[in-house]
């Protein structure tokens, strides 16, 4: 043992000794590490500086505006009557299924009109017990024809009255589904309740937004137009008797024009001409001077304004 550890103090002395003779043994180990280690660095370079950045998604999103609907009453219906196929309602939903539906779903009810062709997915086949997606119940063949199925061909009918789609309904069970399913009390209450048939229903007219913007601009500009008018005009007219006491008794002419022109009722009788001015007096324009006005000042006033507008 003490001979090997003179050997290690020897080999230790001689390294402090001759430092260079040892680096130039270990410099092949060294470049081949260093080597190495570039390598692998290269070799990731692109990974090492690429940025993982998400691609930008497209907007999927889309803007629909409203579409034209014109004014209606839905007339209230007797629930518990139209649950019922009663001939004139089944007569009723022949026209309707034949008029509308048959060119999708066929004269047979079987999904292979002759507009069936291509579409995805394809028409439904009443035929069949199953795939339904609401149902074949009378209130879940209401709610397709009510609210038609998303993302497929079949679209909404809102437009037909109540009694029509129950008529529809009636038909497409009795004449196409087999053993079709009753509906209980509680679905005709719920389906009641839902689109409140049993009281009616007033659809207010709608115009696409793009259409309404349209129409208040130009509508806008009519009155701004007009209003223009009514100034220009009042400057040529400053020699009449009643462009003066205009002049005298406005605070604001541009203001007083705005209001009048808001309702022309005042056209019609000086006395609502003049009660229009007194009782608004803080907002249309006139000082309180108008009530110093003499019955010949007001109707100076009256005449010179009613020509003017």
Same mark, same amino acid.
């Given at each position: ?98 008029? @509308?539906? #048959? ?6 009810? !079987?999904?292979?009109?002759?507009? +069936?062709?291509? *579409? %995805? ?123 003066? @006491?205009? #002049? ?6 541009? !203001?007083?024009?705005?209001?009048? +022109?808001?309702? *022309? %009722? ?44």
């Amino acid at each position: 043992m003490s001979d090997l550890n003179k050997i290690v103090k020897d080999k230790i002395e001689q390294v402090k000794s001759e430092p260079g003779k040892v680096f130039g043994l270990l410099y092949p180990f060294i470049f081949i590490i260093i080597t190495v280690i570039c390598f692998i660095y290269v070799f990731n370079l692109q990974y090492i500086a690429r940025q993982n950045v998400n691609p930008p998604l497209p907007d999927s999103t889309s803007q629909k505006d409203l579409q034209i609907v014109q004014a209606k009453t839905i007339p209230p219906i007797d629930i518990t009557k139209v649950s019922i196929p009663l001939p004139e309602l089944l007569e009723k939903g022949k026209n309707i299924f034949t008029s @509308v539906c #048959s060119s999708c779903h066929g004269m047979e009810g !079987k999904g292979n009109g002759p507009a +069936s062709t291509g *579409l %995805n997915s394809p028409p439904r086949n009443f035929t069949s017990k199953s795939g339904w997606k609401n149902g074949p119940k009378i209130t879940q063949i209401f709610q397709t024809l009510q609210d038609g199925i998303p993302g497929s061909a079949m679209a909404s009918y809102e437009y037909l009255t109540p009694e029509e789609k129950f008529g529809l309904a009636h038909y497409i069970r009795t004449t196409f589904v087999p053993d079709p399913p009753k509906d209980s009390p509680d679905d005709l209450k719920d389906l009641d309740q839902l689109y409140n048939l049993s009281k009616g229903k007033e659809i207010p007219a709608q115009i696409p937004v793009a259409d309404a913007v349209k129409f208040v601009i130009s509508e806008n500009d009519s009155v701004s137009q007009n209003i223009t008018r009514l100034m220009r005009n009042d400057a040529l007219e400053q020699n009449d008797p009643g462009a003066q @006491v205009f #002049s005298k008794v406005s605070r604001n002419k541009l !203001k007083a024009f705005v209001s009048l +022109s808001r309702n *022309l %009722n005042w056209k019609q009788d000086e006395k609502l001409f003049i009660d229009n001015i007194v009782y608004n007096i803080k907002q249309n324009g006139f000082t309180g001077d108008v009530y110093n006005l003499s019955s010949n000042q007001w109707n100076d006033l009256y005449n010179y304004l009613n020509r003017l507008f």
